[in-house]
């Protein structure tokens, strides 16, 4: 083992080839905990989430049900429009009968609008406007957007 000629049981060849190894390994994890950190604060500052109530006629929840099983939730999808969930009260929920309800995830405010713009100028969903216009099944819409707590789990 002489160490004047980089001898340790491997050539320098070898020793190359670890170097090499670890400078690829260190410059992307500094590159990855970068990016990773940049998506930590963008999300800690701008998102918001948007709740969605839908106070449906009576007896018209399962055709609201079916509208977005079958459609709608494809064009959210579509547009950006990113859904935490759908849901509906218990039967025993009394004030809550006929009442659908929704979340959505936003990166931001401006994205919200945009997204929303888009989808509404979408012919596919202009024809369900038509459909709701035909045969109404929404009685109220409530729209809140929300922004996670510093303390909330979900942010």
Known sequence: MNIGS?????GFRGWRGYVLALL????????????IRVN????ESERVYE???????????????????????RLLAKHDLNVVGYWTAEPD???WNDTF??????S?????????DAMRADPAFQEVIKAEQ????????????????????MK
Do not use: Q
């Open 24 to 35: 690829s390994f260190c410059a992307g994890s500094l590159v990855t905990a970068r990016l």
């Open 108 to 116: 931001s405010r401006e994205d919200a609008k945009k997204n929303w």
């Open 93 to 95: 929920a009394p004030g």
């Open 51 to 73: 709740l969605r109530i839908y106070h449906c006629l009576p007896g018209k929840l399962p055709a609201m049900e079916a509208r977005f099983r079958d459609t709608t939730s």
């Open 40 to 43: 930590e604060v963008k999300a």
């Open 6 to 10: 980089w001898k340790f049981g491997l």
């Open 134 to 153: 035909k045969e109404p099944m929404l009685d109220k819409l409530d729209v809140t957007y929300m922004r996670p707590t510093d303390f909330s789990p």
């Open 101 to 106: 309800v929704f979340l959505l995830a936003h």
